[in-house]
């Protein structure tokens, strides 16, 4: 069995890729691919992973806002409250910080990312972290917040082994993508390298990322074994052993 710990709704939400939602799942079973988290970024697109989940057995669904994520008006925790009881949503996220193309409205995404902690403290669920260009802020609002409380996984990782180790001391899973697998991310596959697997996820993030050698093709969940077979030449571990592994951290992770 494998696990694509992170797949956006608009992968899943197919018609603008001319690619049929039924044939993605066949594809990504016939993969061994054998449960899907997908994720929500906003409310709406909450409603939608949520749908999906409904309609594929396997198929599970995280609601949350993304830090980089523009809407009308900002919602409460108590809209974002019926969506993150369902039974098939099994995390909160994704949330976090991204301060790379920001330089102001900082405040926002720190106050934006302690709300949903809070959210996942509440419906007791783990919590889903993009972090990007942020990882001091990061770590002191994950302390801050308690997130060790809830846990979760710190999603396509392209930090340092610092950041890594010390959210890995939370309890945190470190979730490699096809990032890990292009010619130029030798700092993630440096990382990749000391990361124990106990402490590993694999995800797509499709439809963006696709990996080596797919290139060029738009993602899918299928794809995640591409990752499960890098980071087996990687590690120098057994192919079976990457996906036995990884499976296992992200079933006891969300409960599925």
């Known amino acids: 069995m494998i696990v694509d710990s992170h797949c956006h709704c608009d992968m899943l939400d197919l018609e603008r890729l001319g690619m049929d939602l039924t044939e993605v799942m066949a594809t990504a079973k016939a993969a061994g691919v054998e449960r899907i988290l997908t994720i929500g970024v906003d409310l709406e697109h909450a409603r939608r992973v949520i749908a999906i989940a409904e309609q594929f057995d396997g198929v599970y669904a995280s609601v949350g806002l993304h830090p980089s994520e523009t809407v009308a008006q900002e919602p409460e925790e108590t809209d974002f409250m019926p969506l993150a009881s369902h039974p098939k949503v099994v995390a909160i996220g994704e949330m976090g910080l991204d301060y790379y193309y920001n330089e102001s409205g900082l405040e926002h995404q720190q106050l934006r990312f302690r709300r949903q902690i809070r959210l996942a403290h509440q419906v007791r669920k783990p919590i889903i972290i993009h972090t990007r260009d942020a990882k001091e802020d990061t770590l002191t609002i994950m302390r801050e917040e308690k997130a060790a409380e809830v846990g979760g996984v710190m999603h396509c990782f392209t930090e340092d082994y610092a950041m890594a180790k010390q959210a890995m001391d939370l309890g945190f ?70 996906c036995r592994v990884t499976s296992d951290n992200a079933c006891r992770l969300f409960s599925f």
């Open 173 to 242: 899973y470190i979730s490699f993508s096809g990032i890990v697998t292009f010619k130029n991310a030798k700092n993630v596959q440096e990382v990749a390298k000391k990361v124990p697997l106990e402490k590993m996820l694999i995800e797509t993030d499709a439809p963006y990322l696709t990996p080596v050698p797919l290139r060029g093709k738009p993602n899918q969940p299928a794809h995640v074994k591409c990752v499960a077979e890098y980071l087996a030449e990687l590690k120098q571990v057994p192919l079976a052993e990457v």
